[in-house]
């Protein structure tokens, strides 16, 4: 069964933290890539960051790099996203994603395949 379960959501001010976790099934965590994408009605869905099952590849987008670290507990099947120094302008939906493992590289939406159902994270100024 396909399953990627996000949680650890809220709200939380500017300058706060957050950290998001994704349990996987295991069919989904052997995909080779995990990633994190955010989503809000005005843009697109985003990658914001991903990481290769076995933590040699890890990539992030331009407006998170210094902030935002991915991580991972194979024993666990579960994917972290740590949120750090959090912006008013990271308020979104975050969708947990598993690809082959190339998509680590891309960080683009069209090359993972399974998806989440979102947690939302709400920055205030």
């Known amino acids: 069964q396909v399953q990627l379960v996000e949680s650890g959501g809220g709200s939380v001010q500017a300058g706060g933290s957050l950290r998001l976790s994704c349990a996987a099934s295991?069919?989904?965590?052997?995909?080779?890539?995990m990633g994190w994408f955010r989503q809000t009605p005005a843009k697109e869905r985003e990658g914001v960051a991903a990481?290769?099952?076995?933590?040699?590849?890890?990539s992030y987008g331009d407006s998170v790099k210094g902030r935002f670290t991915i991580s991972q507990d194979n024993a666990k099947l579960t994917t972290y996203l740590q949120m750090n120094s959090l912006k008013p302008e990271d308020t979104a939906i975050y969708y947990c994603?598993?690809?082959?493992?190339?998509?680590?590289?891309?960080?683009?939406?069209?090359?993972?395949?399974?998806w989440g159902q979102g947690t939302q994270v709400a920055v205030s100024s």
């Open positions: 994603a598993a690809g082959p493992r190339d998509s680590c590289y891309s960080l683009r939406r069209g090359d993972f395949d399974y």
């Open positions: 295991r069919y989904t965590y052997g995909s080779n890539c």
């Open positions: 990481i290769a099952s076995g933590g040699e590849i890890t």
